[in-house]
């Protein structure tokens, strides 16, 4: 009988054989766009970035509500509602569209 030779696992390398972000890729997403492979659609590439309202930017505006009765100017609402700095941030596959994950500003990212 012959020995039984066994074959080499082989490794997977994405397209770029850049090392890819699939695993944790939400444990790394910040308010830029990150480069990971796609979940959905494998691409590899750049993150597309969507700023919504997020439980921070209401957190911002009751401060400015509260400091604008007795410090600031009420004219100062409209800010966290307008700048991207106050906002989460929404991950999408560039290819696909698909939903990659969210940056909170405040509490858990998903």
Known sequence: MAPHRSQPIP????????????????????????????????????????????????????????SGIFVLPLFFLWVPFCVDTFKDVEHHCSACKAWIGTYRRLGKST
């Open 11 to 66: 490794i997977h390398r994405s397209a770029s054989h850049t090392p890819s972000m699939l695993v944790n890729a939400k444990k790394y997403l910040s308010d830029r766009p990150q480069l990971l492979d796609c979940p959905r659609c494998k691409q590899h590439g750049e993150t597309e970035l969507r700023f919504v309202n997020g439980f921070f930017t209401y957190v911002a505006f009751l401060v400015i509500l509260v």
